[in-house]
């Protein structure tokens, strides 16, 4: 095949310094680009407009191009489809008319789509991509595949490009993929671990259009470039709140099937807000070109956020989501989805930097105006007796305007009181000239305001740093789950909320407004937007918390959010009378995700309980290092341990890990745990054991089929789990049932049949293990939320 060859030089590194990462992409050569679901509307609206772009910014320079637009559609059917994307291009108005022409013309010709479907059709694009390299004679640079596919085809797609696509001679392989990355942490983690059998870590360009912004992506910068004048303020003494906050005027017809799955938390705060966030607070790289920095200190962010429960979000659906969601999922009349459509969510650090700064985090649809933010609001010392409008009594604030709004053009933006900053570089200008607008409550002249030489749209800005290998405007799999890792159980203490429905645009007049107080959040106005009867179904409030038995013990059920509420007051009390009685209390802890929620309520709501006097076992433990997110006690100690006051050597992790290797029988690990109980431990009889309960009908590490009989008189055993990673560390019935108080979380509706079957069958160790919890001389409660006891 005639190829056109256009000589192009690969983009120069990252603007604000060099990095590692640029080197490979400086080498000349040939790069193919092939763009996997190339007719989609993210293709047609963004992605073909942004390679353009780059193809226009480098042409005639050095290296050689070649564009595969893959769809599933056969060539005849996807041809003509690419071809009408192609001619939608154009030039930015630097570039005249005849010279565009041309540069269309290239574009075209050096661009072909192709099927790509099967493991074959990849194979027949590596076979072609070969060919060009030998008949032309040209040295391969690299490859770029663009997947504009749903994330749910990323893994074979990733497989497939590993098995067939890679390409060799030193040449470099970037694959970029777009959100959803993952609903929840789980899902996010099983993504990342089967992209990862494919792909280096290196490799996956996860791309968050945010990042791509021209002010989000000058936010670093700009704080370096003026941190004589931020340093002394960026803290809790003179910071009042931050509010990252993205407004959308549209609803979200024709999209109902990814966004009701999904929502506005999942859609754009635990991803572009979350980003956003971490760059304003995070610790100032010293190298800004440095990903493994940026990363590194995103992360100790993330260690320190507090966790977010329930009481830190309010939620809002607009009013006619329910019919839309009707029509297009094709449910029935009397269907109701919870999926909210706005959130506000505040976030706090436990940093001393940042201790008691209220961070706000709000987007939704159907509001009054579009427009994006982010705001640092700093406290006013001032007070003007006589000059109310005086400079020095407005609001002192710092404003990254991402665009849209009453200004219309993205900006930076510092109230004049606070200090002129410097100019980021030469590709901004300062704004001296000023039309008739507000900002935040401030006139557009209250403000020094710099803004960019040329507005670049976001994916063409990602393009060219994929292009020339900058990684640190993209997401990598440790932020990913340090992300969803934060986001996770807020999610799931919403699932069953209701969100206060609004009407849309300038009609929500104050219904969406909220008030801050401590910690929590909740909107300022107490109105009933909706009942259970306008709902279609039984709300919370209908049930309160009942008492009852459970297979011959104590009962306790209610809505997953009071019965948390229970257990941890239940948990204090038992605390409370035993560091009463004898000084001290011993707690132990199953993993897993179901006391996540507990946890969170423990550090938020319980601040009298007696830490200093509590030393923390643990139920089990997988055989992982416990640097590791797998680890029970990593788990433990990023959502509870971290958050409260409790002495580092009442923290009792299992050894899992004895002369660098992981529950060998001879290191005897479970040995040495049980001595540390016995020694610690009044009769081995721990005060309180908090259990969960597997749909196989495991608890702690004793599954089923195990022949837990032969752990004897054994306190602690190793143990083995049918699902990865199978090697196990866990406390024994023995230990268990010489417990004080063993409780029993069941929650979800995943577990009715569980509990429907338990509520049945008779005592079964080999095959429920969990009926073997009876306690010798205490007592034992069940605590049952109502999706799992109702179904």
Request: some cysteine; overall charge negative; glycine content about 6%.
């Amino acid at each position: 095949m005639f190829v056109t060859v256009l000589l192009l030089l690969v983009a120069l590194s990252a603007r604000g310094g060099h990095s590692e990462e640029t080197e490979e992409a400086q080498r000349p050569g040939h790069v193919s680009v092939i763009i996997v679901g190339a007719t989609g509307d993210l293709a047609k609206k963004y992605l073909w407009q942004g390679f353009f772009q780059l193809y226009v910014n480098q042409v005639s320079r050095g290296n050689t191009f070649f564009f595969h637009g893959g769809g599933l559609s056969p060539a005849d059917k996807g041809t003509p489809v690419l071809f009408e994307a192609l001619k939608a291009v154009s030039c930015s108005k630097d570039v005249s008319q005849e010279r565009c022409a041309v540069l269309k013309d290239q574009f075209l010709r050096l661009s072909q789509y192709r099927q790509l479907k099967t493991l074959e059709d990849y194979q027949e694009l590596a076979k072609h991509i070969e060919q060009q390299l030998q008949e032309e004679g040209m040295t391969e640079a690299g490859r770029l595949f663009y997947l504009s596919v749903p994330a749910f085809a990323y893994a074979d797609i990733a497989e497939k490009i590993n098995s067939s696509c890679r390409p060799t001679s030193g040449a470099w392989l970037r694959v970029v993929l777009e959100k959803p990355f993952g609903h929840d942490f789980r899902s996010a983690q099983l993504l990342a671990s089967h992209l990862g059998n494919s792909l280096k870590d290196e490799e996956m360009y996860r791309i968050d259009h945010y990042l791509g912004k021209q002010v989000v992506s000058k936010i670093l910068p700009f704080r370096i470039e003026n941190r004589e004048f931020l340093d002394p303020i960026w803290n809790k003494h003179y910071i009042e709140r931050i509010e990252i906050v993205v407004k959308e005027t549209l609803d979200v017809t024709g999209r109902i099937p990814f966004y009701d799955q999904y929502g506005v938390i999942r859609d754009v705060l635990q991803n572009h807000l979350t980003e956003v966030m971490t760059l304003l607070t995070m610790k100032l790289p010293k190298n800004v070109s440095s990903s493994e920095e940026i990363l590194q200190n995103k992360l100790q962010i993330f260690s320190s956020l507090l966790p977010l429960a329930k009481n830190q979000a309010v939620i809002g659906q607009y009013q006619a989501y329910k019919s839309e969601v009707q029509q297009e999922l094709n449910k029935t009349k009397d269907h109701v989805s919870l999926t909210p459509t706005f959130a506000a969510v505040l976030a706090h650090i436990d940093e001393t930097q940042y201790e008691g700064v209220p961070i706000l985090l709000t987007s939704g649809k159907m509001l009054d105006e579009r427009v994006g933010y982010a705001r640092i609001l700093f406290k006013n010392d001032m007070f003007c007796l006589q000059k109310h409008n005086g400079i020095h009594c407005k609001p002192k604030q710092i404003v990254f305007y991402f665009g849209h709004g009453d200004l219309q053009y993205p900006a930076i933006l510092v109230s004049k009181n606070l200090f002129k900053p410097a100019l980021i570089d030469s590709d901004w200008k300062e704004v001296t000239e000023h039309t008739d607008v507000s900002v935040l409550g401030l006139s557009i002249s209250d403000y020094y305001v710099q803004t960019p030489t040329e507005q670049r749209e976001a994916y063409a800005e990602l393009i060219s740093h994929i292009f020339a290998g900058r990684k640190n405007s993209f997401i990598s799999t440790e932020n990913l789950l340090a992300s969803w890792s934060l986001w996770t159980p807020l999610l799931s203490s919403l699932a069953s909320s209701f969100p206060r429905i609004y009407p849309g645009g300038v009609d929500n007049g104050g219904l969406l407004d909220v008030r801050l107080k401590g910690r929590d959040i909740s909107y300022n106005s107490e109105v009933v937007i909706i009942t259970p009867d306008q709902m279609g179904g039984t709300s919370a409030n209908d049930f309160q918390v009942m008492q009852g038995k459970f297979r011959s013990a104590d009962m306790v059920s209610a809505w997953a959010e009071e019965l948390v509420e229970r257990l941890a007051v239940d948990i204090q009390e038992a605390a409370e009378a035993a560091v009463r009685e004898s000084g001290v209390f011993h707690l132990a802890l199953s993993g897993g995700a179901t006391p996540l929620a507990l946890f969170h309520r423990l550090v938020l709501h319980h601040f009298s309980f007696p830490w200093r006097d509590t030393h923390v076992w643990m139920v089990d433990e997988r055989c992982v290092p416990l640097t590791e997110l797998e680890s029970n006690f990593h788990s433990m100690h990023d959502h509870l341990l971290q958050h409260v006051r409790i002495p580092y050597y009442n923290i009792h992790p299992m050894p899992v890990q004895l002369n660098q290797r992981l529950c060998v029988e001879e290191d005897r690990g479970a040995l040495q745990y049980e001595k540390e109980l016995s020694k610690w431990v009044n009769g081995s009889s721990l005060h309180f054991v908090l259990l969960g309960v597997g749909y196989d009908g495991h608890t702690a590490s004793l599954f089923p089929g195990s022949k837990v009989s032969e752990h004897g008189e054994s306190l602690v055993a190793l143990t083995e789990s049918p699902i990865k990673p199978h090697q196990r560390m866990s406390l024994t019935f023995n230990a268990i049932n010489r417990a004080h108080r063993v409780a029993l979380l069941v929650m979800g509706k995943g577990k009715h049949e569980l509990i429907t079957q338990l509520s049945r069958v008779k005592d079964n160790l080999d095959k429920y293990p969990v009926t073997g919890v009876k306690p010798d001389h205490g007592t034992l409660v069940w605590y049952i939320d109502y999706d799992a006891l109702l179904g």
